[in-house]
């Protein structure tokens, strides 16, 4: 897929937001009642293939356990979206709307920051509505996610100087992550609450993941050379995280499944390929964005984003 958002291209994107945005189309739209959720017509509360461990040996035969763990993994990733919406990628677009980096964008980029900034508020509410609705359902563990405490970690052990940069940095990667995440997940025929919610929320996200491509290609160039630095070495690291599986919250649901610890190592390795291929599949809107900037042009950066797993050559 070959893609050059340009800032017309861009505009019209968000010239309907008033009407087409999810949190002005949608409202009112996520509600399970009792009577659904005891005649579903589907399942399904996670694509199983994109759960590797629901084919495991200890797994795959027990249909309950099956339904449980998809149901929880739901309510985790739901809730990890709703504090990635607010405290990730609404502080990346604060950077953007209130001029925090060393350039500042123009203004009509600036309007778009904000009408991202009001969609992503919309995302945490019906993330936090349907999660909260199938954690009492199902009688889930919240647990906290494992990615979201690496980010912090990193922005914590993050020299002030070049925080707001990172910030960016990890909106950058999680906006060009999630379209194509959610592209993957809508593919999918899932209880409809749900499926209208991931849709829903990618009809949004496609038009993120162009705008912060587009932010990022513009802004590299005007980057000084310290900072192009920052933002390569932070690019490999921060894509990692994403693309790495929350094995804490597996075990600690194995657990509450009754799954006997002698099963576990088994099922968490066949998780292991899970995270090479989202490296592949999620990955590839934002190593778009970073060859169309130029970045794989440079061998040092070409050579450290390769050895990340990021780009093939
Ligand atoms: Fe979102
Ligand atoms: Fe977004």
Same mark, same amino acid.
């Given at each position: 897929?070959?893609?050059n958002v340009t800032k017309p291209h ?48 200890? *797994? #795959?035969?027990?249909?309950? *356990? ?28 604060? @950077?953007?709307?209130?001029?925090? !980096?060393?350039?500042? =964008? ?19 509410? =019906? ?37 707001? !940069?990172?910030? =960016? ?32 929320? !990618? ?22 050379? #310290? ?9 490999? #690291? ?12 597996? *075990? ?16 968490? #390795? ?8 989202? !490296? ?5 809107? @934002?190593? *778009? ?21 990021? @780009?093939?050559?």
């Open positions: 897929m070959k893609r861009l505009s019209r994107s968000f010239e309907n937001w008033h009407c087409q945005s999810s949190v002005r189309a949608s409202p009112y739209n996520y509600v399970l009642s009792p009577e659904a959720l005891e005649n579903l017509e589907c399942r399904n509360w996670f694509p199983p293939s994109l759960l590797p461990f629901l084919q495991n040996r200890h *797994i #795959r035969n027990r249909s309950n *356990i099956k339904v449980r763990l998809q149901a929880c993994y739901l309510v985790h990733f739901l809730d990890y979206t709703n504090v990635l919406e607010h405290t990730v990628v609404n502080a990346a677009i604060e @950077t953007i709307a209130h001029n925090k !980096l060393s350039v500042s =964008f123009d203004s009509d980029i600036k309007v778009m920051a904000h009408m991202i900034y009001k969609d992503e508020g919309y995302h945490a509410l =019906f993330s936090a509505l349907i999660a909260d609705q199938i954690a009492h359902h199902f009688d889930a563990p919240r647990l906290p996610s494992t990615r979201l405490e690496e980010l912090n970690s990193f922005l914590k052990e993050t020299h002030t100087a070049y925080r707001s !940069l990172l910030k =960016f940095v990890i909106g950058f990667v999680s906006e060009t992550v999630i379209a194509n995440e959610l592209r993957n997940l809508s593919k999918h025929h899932l209880v409809a609450t749900v499926e209208r919610m991931f849709k829903d929320h !990618l009809r949004d996200e496609a038009k993120h993941a162009l705008y912060f491509s587009y932010c990022f290609t513009w802004l590299w160039p005007k980057l000084e050379e #310290r900072e192009k630095d920052f933002v390569v070495r932070a690019l490999a #690291r921060v894509i990692q995280i994403f693309c790495s599986f929350d094995e804490r919250w597996l *075990i600690g649901n194995l657990l509450q499944c009754g799954l006997p610890l002698s099963s576990h190592p088994c099922i968490v #390795r066949d998780c292991q390929h899970w995270s090479i291929n989202r !490296l592949i599949l999620a990955g590839s809107e @934002t190593v *778009i964005a970073i060859r169309k900037a130029g970045i794989l042009d440079i061998p040092k950066y070409r050579d450290a984003l390769e050895k990340a797993g990021l @780009t093939h050559g």
